[in-house]
């Protein structure tokens, strides 16, 4: 179970830890900018992302989901599931193009090349891909975040070393000197806003990391597990960035600024990391974003992923910079009221989603012969067929999950017995 939840957090990080992370930007203006009270923001953004990141996974696993609208409908209102869907929507939209526009950032910074250069780059490769299955290619991608994780790593490594500063000057200066994201006067603001847009999103593809696990206990681990990650990636990254404050403040990729004056290769192979994590957070919203909007028509699927490529490559030009400070606050609160409906019925539910859990487990003890149920659970000497009717799923879904369960307990398994066999 642990083992399980373990997996499930960082596929979650692998899904938060994006673009913006690579950047630097929204750490800088969410968190640095309120000089010492931004570190406190931290803590604060861990525990509500660690809150919303249980109730993601733990809804997704619970109605065994393959796409969000399915957990909005169930769990809260007609008027609260449109809000919630078409907050995705634009979220999904209004990264995307975003993402156009740190391309160009990205290689201007890098090269002095004109910021058109990336967008247009961006534009021709998702123009491609969007032919090819995409699938492969987002696995392909998702390689780089590790890779993207040994970069804040070494970042802060060199930074924390090589630090001499008065901590107290040193607030004060990012205080009055960087510029903090617009709608988000306060550090607690800024960090609520900046823990709503990422879990805003996530929350679609958390909903599916969920759906795609059977123990429902596992997940919530997983999902506590994720909020521990997050906080302390983050404050890696904002801690850094709070002691190279005057070296890096006015540019577009602060992080990529750190790594160049540690060394200049680095810098060479951090500008195209964060151009594959860019590539990899606009594919992934653009792509999700024509799925959901020809739900009905699929036939309509590379029409609407090539005009929505072209809409957002002719909004980037707005510029990298102002589109965080000043679109990001917005998808940040809608974001704030996406996890309050979800951890509010998440604590709502919480009987449900327990009984569920025995339920699972008592299913899953009898076709593995272990023994992880309490022997006392009111479900410890039902049949399968009787667990099934108790389950919240209806019974084709219950099989399904209960396949894939032991597909999964099979291949983990095999693979602690090859292991002590080496």
Not at 21 to 48: D, K, N, P, R, T
Not at 100 to 112: D, H, I, T
Not at 203 to 210: K, P, R
Request: with cysteine; net charge negative.
């Amino acid at each position: 179970m642990l083992k399980r939840g373990i997996g499930i957090g960082f596929a979650f990080i692998g899904v938060v830890v994006g673009a913006g992370f690579a950047s630097g930007m929204e750490a800088f203006q969410y968190f640095v900018s309120y000089g010492e009270m931004g570190l406190w923001g931290i803590a604060l953004a861990g525990v509500v992302m660690a809150l919303a990141a249980v109730a993601f996974l733990a809804f997704g696993s619970y109605f065994q989901a393959t796409e969000h609208t399915r957990v909005f409908g169930a769990v809260s209102d007609g008027l609260s599931s449109k809000v919630m869907d078409w907050s995705a929507i634009a979220c999904m939209f209004s990264v995307g193009f975003v993402m156009f526009a740190g391309a160009g950032s990205n290689l201007e910074q890098a090269y002095g090349w004109p910021i058109y250069v990336g967008g247009v780059a961006m534009l021709v490769i998702m123009l491609l891909v969007g032919l090819l299955d995409v699938d492969k290619i987002s696995f392909i991608l998702g390689l780089v975040t590790p890779l993207l994780i040994i970069f804040v790593l070494t970042a802060s490594i060199w930074t924390f070393t090589h630090a001499n500063i008065d901590f107290a000057a040193q607030s004060e200066w990012t205080a009055q000197n960087v510029d903090g994201a617009t709608g988000a006067p306060t550090w607690w603001l800024g960090a609520l806003n900046h823990t709503g847009l990422n879990a805003l999103c996530t929350v679609s593809m958390a909903i599916v990391i969920g759906g795609d696990n059977f123990d429902n206990k596992s997940v919530r681990i997983g999902g506590l597990i994720a909020g521990a990650l997050y906080a302390l990636m983050l404050g890696l990254l904002v801690v850094t960035l709070f002691i190279e404050a005057q070296a890096v403040n006015g540019d577009d990729m602060p992080l990529l600024t750190v790594l160049f004056n540690i060394n200049p290769m680095l810098g060479q192979v951090m500008t195209w990391v964060i151009f594959l994590m860019v590539f990899n957070t606009c594919l992934g919203m653009i792509y999700a974003l024509a799925k959901r909007l020809t739900r009905d028509k699929p036939e309509n699927f590379y029409k609407v992923y090539v005009a929505a490529c072209i809409i957002g490559f002719v909004l980037s030009f707005i510029g990298f910079k102002p589109l965080v400070a000043n679109l990001y606050p917005i998808l940040g609160y809608l974001g704030l009221f996406v996890i309050a409906v979800m951890v509010y019925q998440y604590f709502h539910y919480r009987d449900h989603l327990a009984k569920e859990s025995e339920v699972r487990t008592a299913a899953v003890d009898i076709v593995t012969d272990e023994e992880n149920l309490d022997p006392e659970s009111e479900f410890a000497d039902m049949t399968l067929a009787e667990l099934a009717e108790e389950s919240a799923l209806d019974l084709e879904e219950f099989k399904e999950g209960l396949e894939s369960e032991m597909e999964a307990y099979e291949s983990d398994t095999e693979s602690e017995t090859e292991s002590k066999e080496n």
